[in-house]
């Protein structure tokens, strides 16, 4: 399945400004966009007051696009486009947040002018409580600078730890589920004690620096629901010769693994069911892949609160992860309903396409009514973009 180039081309830029949200949730958070709610038919009063918790390192990102090639060593190169957004942690957030989910983040944030662009852009901007983040005085923001090209990218980053937290703080808010980033040989005590308290962690991994790519040494994924490695990180740490068989070696260890397999699309199995599924990615012109790895996540956990069959999900993660790379930068990407919708209804449009692929995503059809904004077309909640300058942060 293709979908036409949702962006606008290499150099174009959105306008952004701050808007207020509807409501608030929590003692810093604001709520999504009303009717936005994916998970309306499922929620009671007893339930947790967050559907997604996650904690981590937030970075200013710079994203330049529009590179013919990588900068050659001694030269000047000029890039036709540049974004700046929060990142990081950030993308996570943003993506979760924009699906509808009450997502909460904590985080440090620098007691600098990025700082305080990161720390608005999420919580007035995407309606993300910030209540058990912290603004660190002296400390200053992490940066990443990211360069895409020929589908790639190249990143430079510089940060610091912040000092630690005094006291520690307790365990984390209640939420539906939690999203970690697991780290070889190191323990996150909040996982543990998330899941003990009836939390969902969603776990994905990093390149293992070490080389040593041992499952024992993910101590926290005993803890994990699901597991959601790329396809070298699955078959590095299962020592199986293809991705499937993979996936299907790391269910010994995690009820739920799911393999992503980049242009080929996905593969998830499903321990305590016996399903599987496999479903190909959607062609589409990136011009900025940054953070869709985040947005993949984001989508499959959105699928996987709401209790949708395997292969949607799947399916629903690719799209939204498509979906984000044809826009500037990690966070400011991540689609909405409306986006989604309007997919959908383009891909719909062309008389060439396949009808079985049309067929993978059919269950649009009766999730999407409920999710979109007023007939009218109007929305509390703006998407915001990537601009070249966080500058323009501040107007109206």
């Not at 709520?31 to 009671?44: I, S, T, V, W, Y």
């Not at 486009?81 to 909460?104: D, E, I, K, Q, Y």
């Not at 499952?215 to 699901?226: I, K, M, N, V």
């Amino acid at each position: 399945m293709t979908a036409s180039n949702a962006s606008t081309g290499e150099g174009h830029h959105h306008p952004s400004g701050r808007t207020g949200q509807n409501g608030h949730a929590g003692p810093s958070g604001g709520c999504p966009a009303a009717g936005a709610d994916p998970l309306a038919a499922r929620r009671a009063p007893e339930d947790p007051p967050w559907d997604v918790y996650l904690t981590g390192t937030v970075f200013l990102d710079i994203i330049f696009t529009g590179l013919d090639t990588a900068p050659v060593r001694g030269t000047e190169s000029w890039a036709r486009g540049m974004g700046s957004s929060p990142g990081g942690v950030a993308n996570m957030a943003t993506a979760l947040a924009r699906l509808g989910l009450r997502t909460s983040l904590a985080a440090a944030f620098g007691d600098d002018h990025y700082g305080e662009y990161c720390w608005d852009a999420l919580e007035r901007g995407e309606g993300i409580d910030l209540s058990t983040s912290r603004t660190v005085p002296g400390w200053h923001s992490s940066v990443t600078v990211s360069m895409a090209y020929e589908g790639e990218r190249t990143m430079v980053s510089h940060g610091h730890e912040p000092p630690p937290q005094a006291p520690e703080p307790a365990c984390p808010p209640h939420a539906r589920a939690a999203v970690a980033s697991l780290t070889p040989g190191r323990r996150a005590p909040w996982i543990e004690q998330a899941a003990a308290r009836g939390t969902r962690i969603f776990a994905d991994v990093g390149w293992d620096d070490t080389g040593a790519w041992d499952l024992a040494g993910l101590t926290d994924l005993a803890h994990c629901e699901a597991f959601l490695p790329n396809a070298e990180e699955a078959m590095r740490y299962t020592g199986a010769t293809c991705p499937r068989a993979a996936a299907h070696a790391l269910t010994e260890h995690v009820p739920l693994a799911v393999v992503t397999l980049g242009a080929e699309g996905a593969y998830a199995v499903d321990r305590r069911t016996g399903e599987s599924a496999a479903v190909p990615a959607i062609a589409v012109e990136a011009l900025d892949p940054t953070g869709a790895g985040d947005v993949f996540v984001a989508g499959f956990v959105t699928g996987t609160l709401a209790d949708w069959p395997l292969a949607d999900r799947l399916a629903f993660a690719g799209l939204t992860a498509a979906l984000s790379v044809q826009e500037f930068g990690g966070s400011l990407s991540a689609p909405g309903w409306s986006e989604i919708a309007a997919w959908w209804r383009r891909v719909q449009s062309v008389e060439s396409q396949d009808p079985e692929a049309l067929l993978r995503y059919a269950f649009l059809d009766a999730l999407l009514p409920t999710l979109l904004p007023a007939a009218d077309g109007t929305t509390p909640w703006p998407l915001r973009r990537a601009v070249p300058t966080i500058g323009f942060g501040r107007s109206a």
